[in-house]
């Protein structure tokens, strides 16, 4: 593991729905090369990816759960108006992995990205429930229940910093490792074919305009080859495993070069 005298190094996981598989990948390269964050951040999936890690999950533990993850299991329909799905599973999930869990109780410092629709900034949890800060990262608009405080309207980060480096960085890493899940959103010619489809596309080109900001602050940025592969469809989750770690390994020269 990374020690005395060697960089400190951060990892910055970024947004992407169900692409987050590619996380896990990105987690078990770093493994096996033996190299440990000092901080991560994470944005919408790679926030949840990233409070696992951080409370101490292997990859091989995240990858284990993850894939028995079904979509029926996390939301449910509910017709409210700032929403269309309440995420009463995916919050239940969290709290059991976490077993309830606060950020500061992490054994990796940690920060989850969200944005206040009532302000319109970006708002960093560094602190308090990893239930409530991982639903606030995730809650895509339109389809998830905002998390709703006193003050605030909290939904997905992507929509002003889908891979925040600059979080990471300023959390104290010398090295900022970013994996950026939205490379190809841009070049996409296929038709959406539902609700569904339509939001997440939608947010996935939020997610590649938005993300510029924190990339600027990475030292070495990983983006998986995730083309053809959706935001929603559960199917191809151990290819995007695999697609992750390859990525990852293919900066491993770099990073290791880098941080010694």
């Known amino acids: 593991m990374l020690g005395i005298g060697k960089k400190v190094m951060g990892l910055a996981l970024g947004g992407g729905a169900v692409r987050g598989f590619a996380h896990i990948g990105v987690l078990k390269a770093l493994a096996e090369a033996d190299i440990k964050p000092h901080y991560v951040a994470g944005t ?15 990859w091989s533990e995240i990858e284990e759960k993850a894939v ?86 909290l939904v997905d ?7 925040p480096a600059d979080v990471v960085k300023r959390m104290g890493a010398e090295y900022v490792v970013a994996v950026d899940l939205n490379a190809d959103a841009q ?5 959406p074919d539902s609700i569904l489809d339509v939001t997440a596309r939608s947010m996935a080109l939020f997610m590649n305009a938005t993300a510029s900001k924190g990339l600027s602050y990475a030292d070495c940025v990983v983006q998986p080859d995730l083309k053809g592969f959706s935001y929603h469809d559960m ?26």
């Open 44 to 58: 919408s999936v790679g926030s949840l990816i990233g409070a696992l890690y951080c409370a101490g999950h292997s």
């Open 68 to 153: 028995r993850i079904e979509w029926k299991d996390l939301v449910k329909p509910t017709f409210p108006k700032l929403g269309v799905v309440k995420p009463d599973g995916l919050r239940d999930m969290i709290d059991e992995l976490v077993e309830g869990r606060h950020i500061e109780d992490l054994e990796i410092p940690y920060a989850a990205v969200a944005v206040d629709l009532v302000s319109a900034t970006e708002v960093v949890f560094e602190s308090g429930p990893i239930s409530t800060a991982v639903l606030a990262s995730c809650s895509i608009p339109g389809i998830f229940v905002p998390v709703e405080t006193e003050d605030a309207v």
């Open 157 to 163: 980060g992507g929509v002003l910093n889908a891979v």
């Open 187 to 191: 070049g996409s010619r296929e038709r």
């Open 235 to 260: 199917s191809n989750r151990e290819e995007m495993v695999r697609r992750g770690e390859t990525a990852m390994k293919h900066a491993l020269s770099k990073v290791q070069r880098r941080i010694k």
